[in-house]
């Protein structure tokens, strides 16, 4: 039972290079999401899929780009990584709109 | 848009005591959902508790419970016979109803640590 799971889990890029994390789940659910963690910001929502070829904007979007071709995939790439990017980033589905959503272990990534 | 608190960055606790984190929010929906989220040091973010609005009872989960105050906008968690393993950050979060999207908007988060 793998549920959630992001790759890589720790990353280091450099500033202007594109990088992409990787979200599956196993789980079917059609809801996935993607945060970034900052101390003193808690947890910030990237962008959300409703399901495959649905994604929408969450609170802090800029710089980033979502695709779901598949229902158990959403991979957030950052174009072209900037040191503010660097982040601890969480990846989580759940059911449905009113339902809990499961987190991922999270991808600790570094800009330098 | 939604706001939620939680006013205490860091707290400690004797293991086998009792304690509470304390949150509030804001918002004008009248029927929404609150969480209460665990992030041990392994960083992974585990569910405690969730609570609907629409529900008087304060749900419960083994040695977590929750006092929901729909009026004063509150929702502590308690943790009872506090054990090593429930040192960590916690994180209360606020729902909005389905049709406004599903976004789960969180708190600064409190450290907890229990000592032995």
């Known amino acids: 039972d793998a549920g959630i799971t992001q790759s890589p889990r720790y990353k280091i890029t450099e500033t202007g290079r594109q990088v992409t994390l990787m979200c599956h789940q196993t789980w079917s659910h059609s809801y996935m999401f993607w945060y970034r963690q900052d101390l003193g910001h808690g947890l910030r929502l990237i962008y959300y899929s409703a399901a495959a070829d649905i994604t929408d904007k969450g609170e802090v979007p800029d710089g980033y780009v979502v695709s779901r071709s598949k229902t158990e995939n959403f991979p957030l790439t950052l174009e072209s990584a900037t040191r503010s990017q660097t982040s601890v980033y969480f990846c989580?589905?759940?059911?449905?709109?009113?339902?809990?959503?499961?987190f991922g272990p999270g991808t600790r990534l570094l800009v330098l | 848009a939604q706001t939620v608190t939680q006013s205490q960055p860091e707290m400690s606790v004797q293991e086998a005591e009792t304690v509470t984190l304390s949150c509030t929010y804001d918002?004008?929906?009248?029927?929404?959902?609150l969480f209460w989220y665990k992030q041990p040091p392994s960083r992974q973010m585990i569910l405690v508790i969730r609570q609907e609005a629409y529900k008087q009872q304060n749900a419960t989960e083994n040695r977590f419970s929750v006092n929901f105050q729909k009026a004063a906008k509150s929702f502590s968690l308690k943790i009872s016979d506090s054990q090593l393993g429930d040192t960590a950050m916690y994180f209360c979060?606020?729902?909005?109803?389905?049709?406004?999207?599903?976004?789960?908007?969180f708190g600064g988060g409190t450290r907890l640590m229990v000592k032995p």
């Open positions: 979060a606020f729902m909005k109803t389905p049709n406004a999207g599903n976004m789960l908007t």
């Open positions: 989580a589905s759940s059911t449905g709109l009113q339902e809990t959503q499961y």
């Open positions: 918002t004008s929906e009248s029927n929404y959902y």
